[in-house]
């Protein structure tokens, strides 16, 4: 009974609204529509004052973590980017030739070959030397170009 009357004190105390202030944050959003695909540029962006409610743990506050990524989703004016609607761009695209280096010591070979997967900078992909048919597996170091590995 103590405890009954104890827990019913306590909705007289407390105030009728919320308990907490909305507060804001400036918060970097697409200021156009930004289709699947597009990297996107600081024009693409703008601050909008932004209910910090609204925020979610992988909501993106810096301009710098947007800008030169990849939208892999439509993202809509207005909204908060999520850190899960971006990546790295490609930097080589299954199918697309590419100029592939092979370097030991003070050899250096150039092949022009086919890849067989996306890449990012920094991630391994096959590719398919067209002339002979063999695989290789080389480092995307930048766009259409590759470090054969050993």
Known sequence: MRTLLLALSFLF???????????EAETPVPARRIERGEVIR??????????TRQLR????LDEGAIVGMEARRTLLPGRV??????RAPLMVEKNSQVSALYRDGTLELNLLALAQDDGMKGDT???????????VYAVVT???RA????
Do not use: K
Request: negative net charge; charged residues 20%; aromatic residues 2%.
């Open 125 to 135: 992909v096959r590719l398919t030397n067209p002339s002979t048919g063999n695989t």
């Open 13 to 23: 105390v407390l105030p009728a609204g919320p308990l907490f202030a909305d507060e």
């Open 81 to 86: 980017i999520s850190s899960l609607a971006l």
């Open 57 to 60: 743990p992988d909501s993106l």
């Open 42 to 51: 600081e024009a693409d962006l703008r601050l909008a004052a932004v209910e």
């Open 147 to 150: 470090r054969i590995t050993h």
């Open 142 to 144: 930048g766009p259409s």
